[in-house]
């Protein structure tokens, strides 16, 4: 197909250099990105100039900008039109009250012409300063690889491997930054899975499942056991405690309802304990 330049037509990978040009890459950041030794970039560039009657990088830059609304519309440069994803924002949700701490991040699909079939993600702790951490073939994406007391930055790039050039990188610029901070404090995990045995008139015997996870620098010590007399349980008072992850209790009347807490030592040598069990009602019928 016949460019603008009639039979002067550009190929895919100067189209390429083109786009990253206008972008603002410097050439030695653009000869890594298409896969070319310094020397062939530049010997590169002068062909560009010759096809596309630039002078230099600024006036191809400037060219590039102006003539490209107009390219994509002609379907022509299309690699020059690839992803507009630069434009979006993704969304970040820090997880990390009684788990792992985790930040989910979404987005937008990118629109650009090609468009994306593959998301880079990229973090960093100050910025402007990201490095890649993962990719996804979703606009959806998970790090599990977070520290708490940190604030991180995260962006997005829009790639496309169906249709790029063997050798030759095709991903748009990174969206704007979004930030997410994990909390200092984490809330220690509780047990889970409490349940009680059958009942007695002597004994209530509870049993649950260790907490899945520990906050790194705690120590799980035991377990405190807690009852009282509604099913939401507000201030329930400690009726024992135990190493194990069961317990023989009394029968109470007035106050049947059951929960775990998870006793911990920070790494500050403080006693904390973790956020409640579930509930459960022991009341013999």
């Not at 790090?143 to 030759?168: H, K, L, Q, W």
């Not at 059958?198 to 120590?219: K, M």
Request: aromatic share 8%.
């Amino acid at each position: 197909m016949e460019s603008l330049y009639g039979s002067r037509t550009l190929t895919a990978k100067e189209r390429i250099i083109i786009k990253l040009v206008a972008e603002g890459l410097k050439n030695k950041e653009i000869a890594h990105k298409v896969g070319l030794q310094f020397d062939s970039l530049r010997n590169s560039l002068r062909v560009i100039f010759d096809k596309t009657g630039m002078g230099n990088r600024l006036e191809l830059a400037l060219w590039a900008k102006s003539m490209k609304r107009i390219l994509c519309n002609l379907g022509v440069f299309a690699l020059l039109c690839a992803s507009a994803f630069g434009q979006a924002k993704p969304k970040a949700t820090v997880n990390a009250a009684i788990a792992p701490p985790s930040v989910s991040l979404s987005w937008t699909a990118s629109a650009g012409n090609p468009p994306a079939n593959i998301y880079n993600v990229y973090r960093g702790t100050a910025v402007g300063s990201l490095s890649v951490i993962g990719s996804s073939a979703t606009t959806s994406f998970t790090d599990n690889s977070v520290a708490f007391g940190t604030v991180y930055y995260y962006a997005v790039t829009g790639v496309n491997t169906a249709t790029c050039p063997s050798g030759m990188t095709c991903e748009s610029a990174q969206s704007t930054e979004v930030s997410a901070t994990i909390p200092g404090n984490p809330v220690p995990a509780p047990p889970t899975g409490l349940t009680v045995g059958t009942i007695t008139a002597t004994n209530v015997p509870l049993q649950w499942n260790a907490p899945a996870w520990v906050v790194p620098g705690y120590s799980l010590t035991g377990y405190g056991i807690y009852n009282c007399s509604e099913a939401t349980c507000p201030g329930p008072p400690l009726i024992g405690s135990t190493t194990a992850t069961n317990y023989s209790a009394l029968p109470n009347k007035e106050r049947p309802y059951y929960l775990i807490r998870a006793t911990y030592v920070n790494p500050k040598g403080k006693t904390v304990d973790s956020a409640d069990s579930n509930i459960v009602k022991a009341q013999a019928n």
